[in-house]
């Protein structure tokens, strides 16, 4: 029992605790309230802050109003004895502008951090006035010019971050006065000269980043005996020099320790294993040479070891027996020692190594050094966790294991050009996240396994030069996942081509040559609308070159030399735009050589070893095509035969007609049954199995809203696939018919860039309730819109999509238009192209969804309809609408093109056409139009030129890789090149969303532009 003084003094203690707490708020507000002179000052300057933002995604500036103190504005802390600004942190905000000059007279602010967003322009000088400032990081936005002289004034930085930035000249030797500096990050800009020997005399020095800049020299050596140094990084720059021999004692902090891509020599030296806190260490891209340490596993810390693409190793037997003392690191997850000169056989050790290895490379270049030896160990099938297996160009013999099936993470394997032989093992088919097969040039032989075809997300096969044998499975040739390219060349396979082919939809290059394929090109090979690359050569095709073909107007490459096709020369061949290369040669083709496009072009065309072929431009040397006349009977006869074939062909067009008519009529005095499937599929989905599969349409699974109703996921109890189901409003006005609309148009098209439709229902709901839903095939990777705005979304919140990835979605959305107004039986416009009606399949490739508003055009005319419709009917989303709907002009595929422009100014700039900043009738074409012609960059999405994902904790200490990666997309073209790029881009967006319908760019020449603008980004990039 406690005693009663005890008591009191509890009760006591709680009183004076809460006056307390009581008396510290009105401390705060009073000091908040009492706003003297410079405090006013802060509130000036902030607001200056904020009229210079011009992007903000999240509406952040929008709470710095006077409704609030300014010490309670986001991303404001003020101290509170004196009221005054110390802390100002917007990191990770996509906010956009210059940084005020004004910031300097925030003369009390400790903090100064704007990590990750969009500011330009120079770093003001007046940051120098900040004399408090203990924590700067401007890293990961788009300033320029040199860093600012006047920072030498701040003495008590202990953090300066300026990297992933535009920032040009030297690193300042001043920065050894910062005697507080513990954390310098100058990564990711275009800063030359050497690096100062003066930071050696930053004693506090714990953290420095130098990577991807153009330094050149060598590293001081005051730098390599900065014993604090736990976190030192120098890759890709112009530097040289050796490594010291005694790094390993003068560094003995050392944690992550990289200087790859550079021009360093000498060895590595032997003291590393003294660092025992190593966890990274990354030298690869130089020129190293010697050995490793054989006793390399005393780091057992070690997490990446990467010494790939250096002159390591003496070819000789015991090259890799450091590999045996790996084992001991057991949270190894990258060993990359490939391209060097490495001998000996891989150790069985290897089956040993970490749970944790994600990737194993020891891949080299055929013809640099004797390369590895021996098997692979069967232990391999250990790993779990691998994801990528490189051993290609080396001298590796016997069969591959079949334990390689056990790895069910695995997404890229390389083991081309070696020497393996026996059979490729079906196990393979096990491995379903598999990406990438390259097994080309070894002696692989039998047949290709079937089993193959379970590899669901396979974008490149490369089997070529092996002794590959049997039929080609259709499994195989019709795996629709390839994207990249498929490559048997060079085997014994035979047979005919299986009509499987039409899989491939996706599929950038098909290599067949040299085996001993026969029969028919088959004609569901015009389905493959992707091919940019066709090589047929040296079968025994036959036949016909298919009419089909005309569909694969993006073909580069053609090549269907030596075979006994035959028949004449089509001419839709040089109706191919892009087509650069053309080989017929050794055929039996016959008649008259067009003489369009490619057959122009003597040097870009081959036709030898035709006999039959005549005409053509003089260049080619064919005989002239002579005119044959037509003999005096045939003359006689052919009216009197005419005319009765004429009167059959009467008579068999009526009775088709009607044939044709009568069930149409028939079926449409019916309503759509209650349960109605798309393109006349096998199956029906029940309400009962919609309401299952969606849990109850619950709030979880709901992935989407519109204005005709909401989209769900759900997972089939058959087969397990994942679906979307689009679940119609029936109480909005318009969703019945936008539900038909939408029937209609989903059951007339089908092209790889269209959302396929699995199932469409009708009927009614447990209640008794009408039903109307659309099941899809669901989209893994959300909508354009999910990854360009991101603000209600946290799975997109962190991600970005590269150049390569949007100039490749909207090459996919023109191809989808393309197909909708010009190749469809009815011209089809879309009515509501914009971001959020763009999905993304699991391979980023662009399919255009949501055709609830899509019309017919019944008379085959691209051109504006002058007939005015009802304003209440008008189509489209705001910000995306042609202005001629507005003022009555009908649906027409120019209004679709409209729509288009503006998307593609979207997807380049990330600004909506909605946005804040267009406001008062600028709009985003005067946007794009005032910085066409000299500064495109400007108005170019930020995220484009740095694209790392960021930790704040961590700040630059895990991205290194990833944005070394991802930055050489755009830092690796010279800066004319990727301007040209977008201000191409922005020309089309511009040509296509003019407000004159006429004069609108067609979308077929769009496609045909775009296909170009990817064409020079390859070569150039």
């Not at 015009?526 to 091919?531: T, V």
């Not at 989303?877 to 009908?890: N, W």
């Amino acid at each position: 029992m406690n005693h009663p003084c005890a008591s009191s003094r509890n009760l006591l203690s709680q009183i004076l605790n809460r006056y307390l707490l009581v008396w510290m708020i009105l401390m705060k507000e009073s000091a908040i309230a009492a706003t003297p002179a410079g405090n006013e000052t802060d509130l000036q300057a902030l607001l200056d802050f904020k009229n210079r933002v011009v992007a903000d995604p999240f509406n952040i500036m929008s709470s710095w109003n006077d409704s609030l103190h300014h010490c309670n504005w986001i991303g404001i802390t003020c101290n509170i004895s004196n009221g005054r600004v110390m802390d100002l942190s917007l990191e990770q905000l996509r906010l956009g502008g210059t940084l005020t000059p004004f910031i300097g007279n925030l003369t009390f602010l400790n903090t100064l951090n704007l990590l990750n967003n969009s500011f330009h322009g120079e770093i003001p000088q007046e940051v120098g006035r900040l004399l408090y400032l203990e924590h700067l990081n401007l890293s990961l936005n788009n300033f320029g010019e040199s860093i600012p002289s006047n920072l030498s004034h701040c003495t008590k930085l202990e953090v300066l971050g300026v990297g992933g930035n535009n920032l040009t000249g030297v690193i300042p030797t001043w920065i050894g006065n910062l005697s507080s500096l513990s954390r310098i990050s100058f990564g990711l800009n275009n800063l030359i000269g050497s690096i100062p020997q003066e930071m050696g005399l930053l004693s506090s020095l714990t953290y420095l980043v130098l990577y991807g800049n153009y330094l050149s020299g060598s590293v001081p050596s005051s730098i390599y005996n900065k014993s604090s140094l736990y976190y030192f990084t120098f890759t890709q720059n112009h530097l040289h020099g050796n490594l010291p021999a005694d790094v390993g004692f003068t560094l003995p902090n050392i944690q992550v320790f990289a200087g790859a891509v550079n021009n360093l020599t000498g060895s590595v030296p032997v003291s590393l294993l003294n660092a025992s806190k190593l966890e990274i260490l990354d030298f690869s891209v130089n020129g190293l040479t010697g050995t490793l340490p054989k006793n390399l596993g005393v780091l057992n810390r070690l997490t990446r070891l990467s010494f790939e693409h250096n002159r390591l190793g003496t070819g000789k037997t015991d090259d890799l027996s450091f590999l045996d003392s790996l084992v001991n690191c057991t949270g190894l997850q990258v060993l990359r020692l490939g391209v060097n000169n490495f001998g000996g056989v891989l150790p069985k050790s290897i089956a040993n190594f970490s749970s944790q290895m994600h990737t194993f490379a020891l891949g080299n270049i055929p013809g640099i050094g004797d390369g590895i030896h021996g098997n692979i160990p069967v232990g391999i099938g250990n790993l779990a966790n691998l994801a990528l297996i490189s051993l290609e160009g080396n001298h590796l013999t016997g069969s591959l294991p079949h334990t390689l099936g056990r790895l069910k993470n695995l997404r890229e394997l390389y083991l081309n050009v070696n020497k393996f032989s026996g059979r490729i093992p079906s196990s393979l088919g096990n491995l379903s996240v598999l990406t990438k097969i390259f097994l080309e040039e070894n002696d692989f032989e039998g047949s290709i396994p079937s089993s193959l075809g379970n590899c669901q997300n396979l974008l490149v096969l490369s089997l070529y030069s092996n002794k590959l044998s049997g039929t080609i499975p259709p499994e195989v040739i019709g795996l629709s996942s390839l994207a990249i390219y498929l490559d048997v060349s060079h085997n014994a396979l035979s047979g005919t081509l299986p009509a499987e082919v039409s899989k491939l939809q996706n599929l950038g290059e098909l290599v067949l040559s040299e085996n001993n394929f026969s029969g028919a090109i088959p004609s569901s090979l015009g389905r493959c609308i992707s091919l940019e690359k066709l090589h047929l050569e040296g079968n025994s095709f036959d036949g016909n070159i298919p009419q089909t073909l005309k569909n694969l107007r993006g073909l580069l490459d053609i090549d269907l030399s030596r075979n006994n096709l035959s028949g004449k020369i089509p001419e839709f061949l040089g109706e191919f735009t892009e087509l650069k290369h053309l080989n017929l040669s050794y055929n039996n083709f016959e008649g008259e050589i067009p003489k369009n496009g490619i057959f122009k072009n003597a040097t870009s065309l081959s036709l030898y070893g035709n006999s039959k072929l005549c005409g053509g431009v003089p260049e080619l040397n064919f005989p002239p095509c002579t005119v044959r006349k037509a003999s005096l009977a045939r003359r006689l006869l052919a009216p009197k035969v005419a005319i009765p074939i004429s009167c059959a062909l009467v008579l068999l067009l009526i009775l088709s007609c009607f044939l044709i008519l009568f069930p149409i009529v028939k079926r449409s005095k019916k309503k759509i049954p209650s349960s109605t499937t798309e393109r006349g599929l096998e199956f029906e989905i029940s309400y009962s199995e919609i309401n299952k599969c969606t849990g109850g349409f619950s709030p979880d699974n709901l992935i989407g809203s519109g204005s005709f109703g909401s989209v769900y996921k759900g997972t089939l109890s058959g087969d397990k696939s994942c679906v979307a189901v689009k679940v119609l409003n029936l109480q909005q006005k318009g969703a019945p018919e936008s539900f038909i609309d939408e029937c209609h148009v989903l059951r007339s098209v089908r092209h790889r860039n269209l959302l396929k439709i699995i199932t469409a229902i009708s009927g009614v709901d447990h209640q008794g309730n009408d039903f109307k839903a659309l099941v899809f095939e669901y989209m893994p990777n959300g909508s354009l819109e999910d990854w360009l705005h991101p603000i209600r979304n946290l799975q997109f919140q962190k991600k970005t999509l590269t150049f390569t990835q949007r100039l490749n979605i909207a090459i996919d959305v023109s191809c989808a238009l393309e197909y909708l107004h010009h190749f469809c039986e009815t011209p089809i416009v879309h009515c509501d192209i914009k971001p959020s009606n763009v999905l993304l399949d699991n391979d980023m490739v662009a399919r255009l969804g949501d055709f609830g508003l899509a019309t017919f055009l019944y008379e085959e005319s691209s051109k504006l309809s002058t007939q005015p419709v009802m304003s209440d009917n008008l189509r489209g989303s705001i910000g995306y609408i042609p202005p001629e709907y507005g003022m009555g002009g009908k649906p027409s595929t120019l209004g679709d093109i409209y729509s288009y422009g503006i998307l593609l100014l979207e997807i380049f700039t990330g600004k909506r056409p909605t946005d804040e900043a267009f406001e008062g009738g600028t709009g985003i074409q005067q946007f794009v139009a005032n910085a066409l012609s000299n500064n495109v960059m400007d108005i170019v999405d930020p995220s484009l030129v740095c694209e790392q994902d960021f930790d704040e904790e961590s700040e630059e200490s895990e991205c290194e890789e990833k944005a070394i990666r991802r930055n050489n997309e755009i830092k690796g073209m010279a800066k004319g090149s990727i301007e040209d790029c977008f201000v191409s881009l922005m020309q089309i967006g511009m040509s296509c969303s003019t407000n004159a319908p006429d004069e609108r760019m067609p979308i077929t020449v769009v496609f045909n532009k775009l296909h170009t603008i990817r064409n020079v980004y390859k070569d150039k990039a």
